[in-house]
C-alpha cells in the first residue's frame, strides 16, 4: 500500500509539472495573443494553482506522514487565496527531486500507519492538476494569434 500512495503522489506531481512545462513553453504564443487581458484571469488561475494550492498541499501530506526533516527544507511561505493566511510551502518541483532522492524514506513513512487525512491530501492534489489541466485548455481555445 505504501508504495501505491507513493507512486500516487509522484505521478499527480509529475502531471502538474508537465502540464506546467506546456504551460511555460507555449507562454511565449500566449504572450502574442490580442486578447491577453481579456485571458488574465484564467492565468492568474493556472499560477494560483502551481504556485500556491500544491505547494501547501505538498506540505500538508509531508506533515500527514510526519516526514523527518521538513524544518531541513527550504519551505517558503504563500499567502492561501480563500483563507487570506500564510502558509508553508514547497515546490512541485522541488518535491519531485526530494522524493527520488528519499524514496526508501517516503514510503518507509508511507507505511508506518493509515492516515485518512493523506488520501485526502491526494485527491486535493489530483483535483488541482485536473483543475490546471482543464484551464490550459481553456487558455489554449480562448487564444488567437
Known sequence: ?????????SDT???????NQHYRTDSLKWNLDTHKAQHQHLRSLLKE??????PITI???MKAISLPGISELDLHEVLHPQLKTPHKAY???????HLQAHKQLW?????KEERPELVHYINEARRYVLQFEHLLG????????
Request: hydrophobic content about 55%; aromatic content about 6%; charged content about 20%.
Open 1 to 9: 500500500m505504501n508504495k501505491q500512495l507513493f507512486d500516487q503522489i
Open 13 to 19: 506531481l509529475r502531471r502538474a509539472e508537465l502540464a
Open 49 to 54: 494553482i502551481y504556485e500556491v494550492l500544491l
Open 59 to 61: 506540505v500538508s501530506m
Open 91 to 97: 515546490g512541485v518541483t522541488a518535491t519531485l527531486y
Open 107 to 111: 514510503i518507509q513513512q508511507l507505511g
Open 138 to 145: 481553456d487558455l489554449e481555445e480562448a487564444v488567437v494569434v
